[in-house]
């Protein structure tokens, strides 16, 4: 009968590079490479069919707290602690742009679904919204009354979700403007935010050690998790829309099963916090990353996963672990069991013994033109949701060495 079973997910792939913390990391849309950002100031991007060499990005000044894919996979987005975002291509050599997004740190930046607008989230409390090719800013969502840790389009690009260390998210409309609901939590600040890929749900990742989901069209909280030891980082959802998969400070990932509202796996082997989780498009495979400077990439297999056997198999494996609780809320009810989800260490695996770290770090020869800043202004200034056409500067014209167009 265990022969039948369902696949465990499985560590693939172990790489170290960065020297200081991962901050974040995006899969390619066609997921054979992976961009990673970093407190060493530098954004790596690693190709897994050529493990023998990765690329290095080092145009910022300081941390860099987030990265972004176009949807075409043919530029990057990367935002700092400088106040800069930079769009570049992910090649050693190519054309990039730079500008002065925010008056304060960056802490998230997001390309819409269309890859023509970035979103931007900064310490300045203010998020912006971008026109890419024509370097233009288009309007701001300047409810906050905190520092903005993420903003994400919604997988149509028609919301914006932000989560703020005034303990909210808020739901905006891109057309209007508009901050459609706001959800409020009392006993911390979300630290991140991931759309459902239905695009009617959210989910948050909260300091106090909680995962959140709720229902944005009906303006209600359908699921809670408290899974985690220490607060959740990053989470992401599954292509298929019923898994999440989530990173802490307790220094494991969680896998949970939205459909059952019960977590089926605890995933150990980073030696610090987990900043960083992702999906690849098709669910096949996921990478985590953290304080440690570790990337793992993993064999998801949930393509396999029966949740019929799930007792059979957690009840019958020897590291299963059961020595936490889970509460989980479905509207109105709630309940709390034991957690039953198996435990997968891989660090007696061969992958994690064959670390990837004999390979050549080439560092980008970018072109790259700063964005001009009237003196004496700010971006901060802007009013709330106000189109400022004026800030398109000649000085942001990319260089190339072709005609074509930047998307």
Known sequence: MQNNMFCDPALERHFTGHVGHITQLRFSPDGTQIATSSLDATVILWNLKQAARCIRFASHSAAVYGVSWSPKGNFIASCSHDRTVKVWEPKVRGVSGEFLAHSKPVRSVDFDPTGQMLLTASDDKAVKL?????????????????????????????????????????????????????????????????????????????????????????????????????????????????????????????????????????LTGHTDSVNAVAFTQDGNKFATAGSDRQLLIWQSNLHTYDASQFEEKSLSSSCCDTSSTSKISLGATSRTSNDMSIRIDPRESIAFQTLDENFQVVDSEHQNTKQQTPQGSTNSSVPKHQTRTEMKSPSMEFKRSNPASFF
Request: net charge positive.
């Open 130 to 266: 971008w026109r890419v090719s024509r370097r233009q800013f288009i309007s701001s969502f300047a409810q906050q009354t905190n520092w903005v840790r993420a903003a994400k389009f919604s997988p149509n690009g028609k919301l914006i979700a932000t989560v703020s260390d005034d303990k909210s998210l808020r739901i905006y409309e891109v057309a209007t403007g508009e901050c459609v609901r706001i959800f409020t939590e009392d006993r911390a600040a979300p630290r991140q935010v991931a759309w459902h890929p239905w695009g009617n749900m959210v989910a948050v990742a909260l300091g106090c050690n909680r995962i959140k989901v709720f229902d944005v069209k009906n303006n209600q909280l359908i699921q809670l998790y408290i899974v985690h030891s220490a607060p959740v980082n990053d989470l992401s959802f599954h292509p298929s829309g019923n898994f999440l998969l989530s990173g802490s400070d307790d220094k494991t990932i969680r896998i949970l099963d939205l459909l059952e509202g019960r977590p089926i796996y605890t």
